[in-house]
C-alpha cells in the first residue's frame, strides 16, 4: 500500500462497492489504538491487519491505502470523543460545571494507562499534519471545534453567574484548548490522575 491522499469520511472511506467482510467500528478501533500506539509510520500494514483482525486482503477491498485507513480511524476517534464530550457535559447545571466536567474527563483521559497511550488527533498533528494537507485540515477542523465548545460554555457561565465576567471568551477558549492539548501531551509521560486533577482545579480558578 502507497500513500495517497483521503478524507473520505470514516462511514464509507475506501468502499469499493463490495459487501464488506468484517465489522468496520470495530476494525477501526483496533486501527486507532495501533495508530496512537505507534504513529502513521510505525505500523505496517500486516501488523494493522493484525490490530484490526482483519486479513490483509480484506482491507485492499474495503480501503485504497494506509493513509486511507489513517483518515477513517482519525474521523472515528474524533466522533468517539465528541459523543463523550456531549455526555460528560450533559448533566451540568451550568457553564462553569459544563467546562468542569470537560477539564476531569481530560484529567482521566491523560494519566494511567489510557494517558500513556495518548491522543491520536495529537499524534496526527505531530507527526503528519506538517507534511499532509488532509491531516491538518482534520485536526485544525477538530482544534476549532474544541475552541467553538469552549467559548460557547464561557458565554453560557458569564449568563448564568457561574463564570466571571470579565474575561474575554475567545482568549479563555484558546487557552482551555492549549491546557487540554497540553495534558494529553503531558499524560504520556505518565502522569497521576491526582496531578492532572490539579492541573484542572488550577485551571477552574482561573474561571470565578
Known amino acids: 500500500m502507497t500513500k495517497t491522499a483521503s478524507s473520505a469520511p470514516a462511514s464509507n472511506a475506501g468502499q469499493r462497492g463490495r459487501p464488506r467482510e468484517f465489522d468496520l467500528d ?49 474521523n472515528r476517534y ?35 494507562e489510557v494517558g500513556l497511550l495518548g491522543c491520536l488527533v495529537v499524534a496526527s498533528n505531530v507527526e503528519l499534519a506538517s507534511n499532509d494537507n488532509d491531516i491538518a485540515k482534520r485536526v485544525k477542523t477538530q482544534l476549532d471545534g474544541y475552541e467553538k465548545r469552549f ?15 470579565d474575561l474575554d471568551t475567545d482568549s479563555m477558549a484558546t487557552t482551555l484548548v492549549c491546557l487540554t492539548q497540553g495534558m494529553r501531551v503531558v499524560g504520556k509521560s505518565g502522569a497521576t490522575l491526582a496531578s492532572m486533577q490539579q492541573t484542572v482545579a488550577q485551571a477552574l480558578h482561573m474561571l470565578v
Do not use: C, W
Not at 501488523?47 to 480511524?73: Q, T
Not at 474524533?78 to 474527563?105: E, F
Not at 467559548?151 to 465576567?165: C, H, P, T, V
Open 26 to 74: 470495530a476494525a477501526l478501533d483496533g486501527a486507532i489504538t495501533v495508530f496512537t500506539r505507534k504513529g502513521f509510520h510505525g505500523v505496517s500494514v500486516s501488523e494493522l491487519a493484525g490490530a484490526m483482525n482483519v486479513s490483509a486482503g480484506s482491507l485492499y477491498k474495503a480501503f485504497p491505502d494506509k493513509h486511507a485507513i489513517y483518515m477513517a480511524a482519525l
Open 78 to 112: 474524533i466522533s468517539l470523543r465528541q459523543q463523550q464530550t456531549a455526555r460528560d457535559i450533559a448533566a451540568a447545571a451550568n457553564g462553569y460545571g459544563a467546562i468542569a466536567a470537560m477539564l476531569q474527563a481530560y484529567a482521566a483521559l491523560s494519566s494511567g
Open 151 to 165: 467559548a460557547e460554555l464561557i458565554a453560557i457561565g458569564q449568563k448564568d453567574g457561574s463564570i466571571r465576567n
